[in-house]
């Protein structure tokens, strides 16, 4: 009889990974000549942080980095994603790069590589010198020409161990929720400005790609965006026309200047915002990328409405009825395989790469000292099946990158929301593996049925 598990239906040089992120993990912020960055900044303003906490103290991973890197190899992972603190680079965003900075990410690369862990880095997961912020920040163009230095600084530092560079992580966050809602630093509230930080987070990609070229000739290189396409209400013309407008902001505003097919003018038109592009950009941007890896947590439902100043995009957001991760966030596994079609089907990308996926739940449930987070297991395995709908589909699909390792610092939730598989104890650091870490462990080892 033929094997029919769950992890049968993946290639054997499909990665298997975890994600993570610098400020989010790390802690211990004035180690090594760290200079500070937007969110420490932020962090420390009133109320914009649900739990007043920072990154402080992440999940203790600067100092307990050898403990993470036992807990991956122990998982049988064959990957990690995790980001370069550009101030623990550049502590003011520009300038030689701090050897304190470098050693450390190298010393962590070579402990990974010797455990049989590729190293996957980001470049920029959203802790932005602050230095760089109070000029401008991705308000300004020289922004993205100093993050082409602190990539080139980077890239010749840990070329030789890094299996895949991200110049990006979620660039959307950046732009709309740093400068659009407020909800991320910088905290501006101002929609012409996250079009403007659109613009320049692109030319920053565009313009690290080309260093990577130069630097790291044959690693695989690209970008990680969180995109959407929200599901039509119902399959009427209309709902779908919308499901596609709807989509724009989180995809094709991002996708399409990659792909060398410039802005979707429509949606900047209906936005009447005018983008901060000079001649060459646009070339600039279209650098091709050798993946795109999708960021997925929830797909929301979109019906057509008639466009009006609240709804300008003319499409209302209705409310399904999946159950809800602790984020609010519905939990529609098939939306994943059909975000992977549509991205696949509309701008066709060499590969992609589920570079996060996870869920984040009350984890109450403790026996013996364990979490037994089966809600987060349940979440885990029915995204994993949707990866699997989509190599069936015929999809260039090559990895899937949980989020997260550990619980961490859910930026403008502090520490009240919790994705990891292993939880950290804030007091002591001491790190306990859930449920869901021996479940993942026991699935890549091919113990399940
Ligand atoms: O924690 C974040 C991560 O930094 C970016 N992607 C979404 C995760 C969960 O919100």
């Not at 949606?267 to 915002?273: N, S």
């Amino acid at each position: 009889m033929g094997d029919t598990s769950l992890r049968s239906a993946f290639p054997r040089d499909f990665l298997w990974a975890c994600s993570s992120s610098s400020y989010q993990g790390e802690g211990s912020l004035g180690d090594g000549g760290r200079g500070p960055s937007i969110w420490d900044e932020f962090c420390a303003r009133p109320g914009a942080i649900a739990d007043s906490s920072s990154g402080e103290f992440g999940s203790d991973s600067w100092r307990r980095w050898r403990e993470d890197v036992a807990l991956l190899a122990g998982l049988g992972v064959n990957a990690y994603r995790l980001s370069v603190a550009w101030p623990r680079i550049q502590a003011e965003g520009r300038g030689p790069g701090l050897q304190a900075g470098l050693d450390s990410y190298r010393r962590l690369c070579e402990a990974l590589l010797e455990a049989g862990i590729e190293p996957w880095i980001t470049l920029y997961h959203w802790d932005l010198p602050l230095a760089l912020g109070l000029e401008g920040g991705w308000l300004s163009r020289d922004t993205a020409k100093r993050f082409a230095d602190y990539t080139d600084i980077v890239s010749r530092s840990l070329g030789d161990l890094v299996g895949a560079w991200v110049t990006l992580n979620e660039p959307w966050c950046s732009a709309f929720l740093g400068y659009g809602t407020g909800e991320h630093a910088p905290g501006h509230r101002n929609e012409a400005e996250a079009y403007a930080a659109t613009h320049h987070l692109l030319l920053g990609h565009g313009l690290a790609m080309d260093v990577l070229r130069a630097n790291v000739p044959g690693r695989k290189a690209g970008i990680v965006i969180n995109p959407a396409k929200p599901r039509a209400a119902s399959p009427s013309p209309e709902d779908e026309a919308a499901s596609l407008r709807a989509s724009v902001e989180r995809t094709g505003l991002w996708l399409d200047p990659i792909h060398g097919r410039g802005y979707p003018e429509a949606q900047l038109a209906q936005k009447a915002v005018v983008l901060p592009v000079l001649d060459g950009d646009l070339e600039v941007i279209a650098a091709p990328v050798d993946f795109v890896g999708v960021n997925y947590y929830n797909e929301d439902i979109v019906k057509a409405v008639d466009p009006s100043p609240a709804q300008p995009g003319g499409y209302a957001y209705v409310e399904g009825r999946e159950k809800r991760t602790e984020m609010g966030w519905s939990i529609v596994p098939a939306g994943l395989t059909r975000i992977l079609g549509f991205i696949h089907g509309t701008w066709k990308p060499a590969a992609l790469y589920v570079t996060e996926n996870g869920g984040a739940f009350p984890d109450t449930r403790i026996e013996d000292g364990r979490v037994l987070d089966l809600d987060r297991i349940s979440y885990m395995e029915s995204h994993i099946e949707a990866c699997a709908r989509a190599l069936e589909a015929g999809l260039p699909l090559a990895g899937y990158f949980a989020w997260s390792l550990l619980d961490n610092f859910e930026w403008s939730w502090g520490y009240s929301r919790r994705f990891g598989l292993v939880a950290v104890d804030r007091a002591s650091g001491a790190r306990t593996p859930k449920a869901s870490y021996a479940w993942y462990r026991d699935f890549l080892a091919g113990r399940l049925p």
